[in-house]
């Protein structure tokens, strides 16, 4: 692109959320889709139970999650989720944590410093890269995110993960469920929240559990403390209501409809394939827009890496690499800023962790027209702000 257009575009995106959490709503959404909500109803009363259990079940349908792995909805978001198997079950071997981006730093953290495990190793790269794979050893149970969120950067498939391990694979998929493509036999611990692809509401997570990884919790014991929120065992046994809506704690059920409403329109429209489909084509939009656009690149070096999610942009001109980290920073806050007044565009500025720039959520809940009609908005913005650089200078 030889040059940024100094006029505003005429068309804005009908729908501004490009949050990466939450995320935008499935298409046609409105308050109503919650009117069947058991609100104000105890969350044990069987019509409360039977609307989590349909939860759960849909979960299964829409995923495609094998008839032998368990799903529970727990506290916390997908935070929680992936907290309560790594409280309850690390130690019974060495662990290899792999980490790209904030979130996979922050398990290490966890395991490291809290859990205080004695034989850890930790794969990292930076932003940008993934680990070398080829360095994992699937003797010692594995950690890793499947999508980077904050990064942009995900695993391409599960070929790296042996079907004859011996250690657990416990990944975080919170910005890769519904998306991305999971291979459910390769992955012992599968974590995610209704916010991300979904575009659900926040607060709980959802834990999926192979034969593998309730076998580790029946038989392994850890030497410490665990919360009530974490306990998933009782009497070396697991506590089968937890994956039969028979919650640790109590759910909103506001949360759960919203749930619900989201997975039956991702079956109507075609299942999970489709809204891979989706996703795919959202990342094309972008990826055709970067392509021929001189001022902006992804941040994920590896084309095969990239998120079709969690989209991360680094700004590549010349005068904005010559700035300091902080004017960086604020060059590209200035851009989110600007279309967010304008209400083009919302929160799609990078983590705050992460390498300054743009993060566009492009996942199966977005319409591919709308992302269309952003990126002239963001030649726009870049130029404006471009100009505004200049006469500073």
Known sequence: MADTPLTAPAVKPANPNFSSGPCAKRPGWTVEALAGALTGRSHRAKPAKARIQQAIDLTRELLEVPADYRIGIVPASDTGAVEMF???????????????????????????????????????????????????????????????TTSGVRVPDADWIPAN??????????????????????????????????????????????????????????????????????????????????????????CIEDAIDAMQWGLQVGGLKAMQARADANFKVLADWVEKTDWVDFLARNADQRSNTSVCLSITDPDVVALDDEGQAAFAKAIVARLDKLGVGYDFGSYKDAPAGLRIWAGSTIEASDLAALTPWLDWAFAQEKAALKVAA
Request: hydrophobic share 45%; with cysteine; aromatic share 10%.
């Open 165 to 254: 391990r011996e250690g657990l694979t416990i990944c975080d998929a919170t910005s890769a469920a519904f998306a991305q493509k999971l291979d459910f036999a390769k992955l012992d611990v599968v974590t995610f929240s209704w916010q991300k692809a979904l575009g659900g509401e926040a607060a709980h997570g959802i834990l999926i559990l192979s034969p593998r990884a309730v076998e580790r919790l029946e038989t392994f014991k850890p030497a410490r403390p665990l919360p009530k929120i974490f306990r998933m065992t009782k009497g070396g046994k697991l506590i089968e209501g937890i994956f039969k809506a028979e919650t640790i704690n109590t759910v909103s059920m506001i």
């Open 86 to 148: 790594l409280w309850s079950a690390l130690g019974a071997r060495g662990v290899d944590m792999l980490a790209w981006e904030s979130f996979g730093a922050g398990w290490v953290t966890d395991v490291q410093k809290q859990l205080k495990l004695p034989d850890v190793r930790v794969l990292e790269a930076p932003y940008g890269e993934l680990p070398d794979l080829k360095q994992v050893d699937f003797n010692r149970d594995v950690v890793f995110t499947w999508n980077g």
